[in-house]
């Protein structure tokens, strides 16, 4: 199995609810390498370039907007399988579907604010962590 890069982002409802040091001590105990990380404020624009995959969904414009409204936390993970992993470790998108024990199903309140964004694949790792970070950033 080969090592991947993968993006977290604790989203602003993590932030706002003063989890990210749960959820960091649970990604790490998992294996999870920290490559980099940063609080930032994104923009309106900033949020939109990034979830630009997913312009025209129903669901875009709210989720813009809700990146946007706060603080949040992207995270450079290294580790073999990081991709899967991860998205294992913080469950299905709506956390009512969640595994028990998972970050969605412990800390989200719902599929639209759950938490926590994860790559979906490891090209989408790669493109997702530059997106934030500069290679001279990652550690």
């Known amino acids: 199995m080969a090592v991947e890069r993968t993006l977290a ?10 989890l990210q040091g749960e959820v960091i001590a649970r990604v ?13 404020r994104l923009t309106k624009e900033t949020a939109g370039a990034f979830y630009a995959v997913h312009k025209g969904r129903p669901f875009y414009d709210g989720l813009v907007e809700f990146m946007s409204s706060d603080a949040c936390i992207p995270l450079a993970l290294e580790k073999e399988n990081a991709v899967a992993d991860f998205r294992k470790l913080i469950g ?12 969605r199903k412990l800390f989200a309140d ?6 926590v964004h994860g790559s979906d694949s490891p090209e989408n790792g790669k493109i ?6 500069s290679e001279r950033e990652l550690v």
Request: glycine content about 6%.
């Open 110 to 115: 719902n599929k639209g604010e759950n938490i």
């Open 9 to 18: 982002i604790l989203k602003p409802d993590c932030v706002r609810k003063n």
């Open 28 to 40: 790490q105990k998992a294996g999870f390498k920290i490559l980099s990380m940063k609080q930032v």
């Open 92 to 103: 299905a998108t709506d956390p009512k579907e969640a595994a028990e024990g998972t970050i």
């Open 128 to 133: 997702e962590v530059a997106f934030f970070f």
